[in-house]
């Protein structure tokens, strides 16, 4: 996925949360839900500019986009440049790990899933939020712009191929929240 669509439109992107407050509060409150108490192991891949990992206390980020990086350090997330597909982070070194809205980005969503298992401590937790394909809110996304300016270069994917994926990953799924449209996956590493 080329990230030039997000060194473009981030201010847009990040402005969406703004305007979008109800539903973003919605996503929050249903990812905080699931997501382990974060601690200083806690981390946020595909960080974006922030405002998921700001709110629930995770404190670390990895994102490819230099510009979603400038918004992110603003809120006080220390970043990892890179991409969710070649971490630079060791073995089994964090806790829990937070994805969201990302997977439909990823160049290699199983290499990344795999990346994810490999750094989380034995028994951490994945949580995976998304946007699922065949559902009509990414098309009313797309006609509002912000967010949807960068949902257009998305690929879509069904609750049961991420489930499919972190199961080949060696993830053991252990919640599902699917209602609305946004899909929210907590996931085990066996």
């Given at each position: 996925m080329p990230q030039d669509v997000f060194e473009e439109y981030?201010?847009?992107y990040d402005r969406w949360f703004d305007e979008h407050r109800d539903e973003y509060l919605a996503e929050l409150s249903r990812i905080r839900r699931v997501?382990?108490?974060?601690?200083?192991?806690?981390?946020e891949v595909g960080v974006g500019s922030g405002r998921f990992a700001e709110q629930l206390g995770i404190m670390l980020g990895v994102e490819p986009s230099r510009a979603l990086c400038r918004i992110a350090r603003k809120r006080g997330i220390k970043l990892i440049q890179g991409k969710a597909e070649a971490l630079l982070i060791k073995d089994d070194?964090?806790?829990?790990?937070?994805?969201?809205?990302?997977?439909?980005?990823?160049?290699d969503p199983l290499a990344a899933l795999c990346e994810?298992?490999?750094?989380?401590?034995p028994e951490g937790v994945l949580i995976v939020a998304f946007i699922e394909r065949g559902?009509?809110?990414?098309?009313?996304?797309?006609?509002?712009?912000?967010?949807?300016?960068?949902?257009?270069?998305?690929?879509?994917?069904?609750?049961e191929e991420?489930?499919?994926?972190?199961?080949i990953?060696?993830?053991?799924?252990?919640?599902?929240?699917?209602?609305?449209?946004?899909c929210v996956i907590a996931a085990r590493k066996d």
């Open positions: 981030a201010d847009d997501l382990p108490a974060p601690d200083s192991r806690s981390i070194t964090c806790s829990s790990v937070l994805l969201v809205t990302v997977i439909c980005y990823l160049d994810l298992h490999r750094i989380l401590f559902k009509q809110i990414h098309l009313k996304y797309l006609r509002e712009g912000g967010k949807g300016l960068v949902l257009s270069h998305a690929r879509f994917y069904s609750e991420v489930i499919t994926s972190l199961e990953a060696g993830f053991a799924v252990i919640e599902i929240d699917s209602r609305v449209v946004f």
